[in-house]
């Protein structure tokens, strides 16, 4: 797949890549807007070997304890092969060389099996160390945190559990403080000891919210908002695929319906003009919105039945069918609400349920998409 565009936000991070690391940066953005694109895109063909990265996925992770978070950020397995790291002179070695991503941190199993019985700060401290010997053997480490949606699921059933989040709600229990003890060790790492670059990528915007409006993170954090393109890159875009993928032109006018079936979403373009080399366009189109408009029904009658409650601040809060309606109403007329539009147990409902986006940093809600828009629009 050939990567378009995106000229600013790539500009954007490798400043930021570029000075030394001072703040923990957020890459946020709504659902397949590009961003696990954008930063790949950016580690591999975007920096010089004096950089080291290390990519950690929690995309099929449910992190619920400290075991599951070390099992998601450690690996025990040498680069591409499944012969095992023997012990720390084989961690250097992978630390040394090339450019090079280094999927998870390098571990040896001994070791590893050692940090499940010991102290989250222990993984910490093994952390620390690993990025230290980077730098000591001149490379500048990177941790990339990305929370990869899992889309087909996410289509199945709109509340799935969202990874990040979840470490969240260990903390609201009480259980075991981990988010925190994680973010702690973040501040750490870029604000006190400037040792390494950390980017977490997350579409969670509740998520982004909380650390946003979380007191002790304020002055520590640094948010990238990447956004579905806007009409006039979109359209670009689509003329890019469709030389890469149909051989043609589009005419104006398809562009302009594709645009008003999906917006900019890149993702939702992308599979637009895949199908489209072997359908019409407009089947593609509807059959897309049908699909969207289907859930969207059943997520509504499913309203009659079952009393959903959220979580503010620890106290669960009842939302019922008439707010939620009378929140999708604002939409008919217009794509971007206030935040202080909607009540914010509402909000947090169909932020939860993937309906709508929040963007802290503008105090404002969108539809996660304009498949999404284009299906309130016609179910309300
Ligand atoms: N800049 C881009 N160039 C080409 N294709 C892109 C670009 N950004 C996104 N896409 C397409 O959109 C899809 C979803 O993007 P992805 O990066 O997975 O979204 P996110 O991580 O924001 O959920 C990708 O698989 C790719 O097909
Ligand atoms: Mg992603």
Same mark, same amino acid.
């Given at each position: 797949?050939?990567?378009?565009?995106?000229?600013?936000?790539?500009?954007?991070?490798?400043?930021?890549?570029?000075?030394?690391?001072?703040?923990?940066?957020?890459?946020?953005? @709504?659902?397949?807007? %590009?961003?696990?694109?954008?930063?790949?895109?950016?580690?591999?063909? &975007?920096?010089?070997?004096?950089?080291?990265?290390?990519?950690?996925?929690?995309?099929?992770?449910?992190?619920?304890? &400290? #075991?599951?978070?070390? +099992?998601?950020?450690?690996?025990?397995?040498? +680069?591409?092969?499944? +012969?095992?790291?023997?012990?720390?002179?084989?961690?250097?070695?992978?630390?040394?060389?090339?450019?090079?991503?280094?999927?998870?941190?390098?571990?040896?199993?001994?070791?590893?099996?050692?940090?499940?019985?010991?102290?989250?700060?222990?993984?910490?401290?093994?952390?620390?160390?690993?990025?230290?010997?980077?730098?000591?053997?001149?490379?500048?480490?990177?941790?990339?945190?990305?929370?990869?949606?899992?889309?087909?699921?996410?289509?199945?059933?709109?509340?799935?559990?969202?990874?990040?989040?979840?470490?969240?709600?260990?903390?609201?229990?009480?259980?075991?403080?981990?988010?925190?003890?994680?973010?702690?060790?973040?501040?750490?790492?870029?604000?006190?000891?400037?040792?390494?670059?950390?980017?977490?990528?997350?579409?969670?915007?509740?998520?982004?919210?909380?650390?946003?409006?979380? %007191?002790?993170?304020?002055?520590?954090?640094?948010?990238?908002?990447?956004?579905?393109?806007?009409?006039?890159?979109?359209?670009?875009?689509?003329?890019?695929?469709?030389?890469?993928?149909?051989?043609?032109?589009?005419?104006?006018?398809?562009?302009?319906?594709?645009?008003?079936?999906?917006?900019?979403?890149?993702?939702?373009?992308?599979?637009?003009?895949?199908?489209?080399?072997?359908?019409?366009?407009?089947?593609?189109?509807?059959?897309?919105?049908?699909?969207?408009?289907?859930?969207?029904? +059943?997520?509504?009658?499913?309203?009659?039945?079952?009393?959903?409650?959220?979580?503010?601040? %620890?106290?669960?809060?009842?939302?019922?069918?008439?707010?939620?309606?009378?929140?999708?109403?604002?939409?008919?007329?217009?794509?971007?609400?206030?935040?202080?539009?909607? @009540? &914010?147990?509402?909000?947090?409902?169909?932020?939860?349920?993937?309906?709508?986006?929040?963007?802290?940093?503008? %105090?404002?809600?969108?539809?996660?998409?304009?498949?999404?828009?284009?299906?309130? #629009?016609?179910?309300?």
């Amino acid at each position: 797949m050939k990567f378009f565009n995106r000229e600013k936000e790539i500009f954007e991070i490798l400043s930021v890549l570029d000075e030394e690391p001072n703040n923990i940066y957020f890459i946020y953005g @709504p659902i397949n807007s %590009g961003k696990t694109t954008l930063i790949n895109h950016i580690i591999n063909n &975007k920096l010089n070997d004096g950089y080291k990265v290390f990519y950690i996925n929690f995309r099929t992770l449910l992190i619920s304890e &400290k #075991k599951d978070f070390i +099992e998601a950020i450690f690996t025990t397995k040498k +680069e591409g092969i499944l +012969e095992k790291i023997k012990d720390k002179s084989e961690v250097i070695n992978i630390l040394t060389k090339g450019v090079g991503i280094v999927t998870g941190i390098p571990i040896p199993e001994v070791e590893l099996n050692n940090l499940f019985e010991a102290r989250i700060n222990d993984a910490f401290q093994y952390l620390n160390d690993v990025l230290l010997e980077t730098k000591k053997c001149g490379k500048r480490p990177i941790i990339i945190f990305d929370v990869l949606e899992n889309f087909v699921f996410q289509n199945l059933c709109r509340s799935a559990p969202k990874n990040l989040q979840m470490i969240k709600e260990i903390t609201a229990n009480g259980q075991k403080y981990l988010l925190k003890e994680i973010f702690q060790f973040l501040v750490s790492l870029t604000k006190e000891q400037h040792l390494a670059h950390c980017l977490c990528l997350t579409s969670d915007s509740l998520f982004v919210e909380y650390v946003y409006n979380t %007191g002790e993170l304020r002055g520590r954090v640094e948010y990238i908002f990447v956004d579905d393109f806007d009409k006039e890159i979109a359209l670009k875009f689509m003329d890019f695929l469709a030389e890469e993928k149909l051989n043609r032109k589009l005419s104006n006018d398809e562009k302009e319906l594709i645009y008003s079936y999906v917006g900019g979403k890149a993702k939702d373009i992308y599979d637009i003009i895949i199908k489209t080399a072997h359908k019409n366009l407009r089947d593609v189109l509807e059959e897309k919105l049908l699909n969207e408009v289907n859930i969207m029904e +059943e997520f509504l009658r499913d309203l009659n039945y079952i009393k959903p409650e959220v979580n503010i601040r %620890g106290q669960m809060i009842e939302v019922n069918k008439k707010e939620i309606m009378e929140a999708l109403e604002l939409f008919k007329k217009k794509y971007v609400v206030k935040l202080h539009d909607i @009540p &914010k147990h509402v909000y947090v409902y169909l932020i939860n349920e993937n309906i709508l986006f929040l963007n802290p940093q503008k %105090g404002i809600l969108k539809p996660q998409s304009f498949l999404v828009w284009n299906a309130i #629009k016609k179910v309300v």
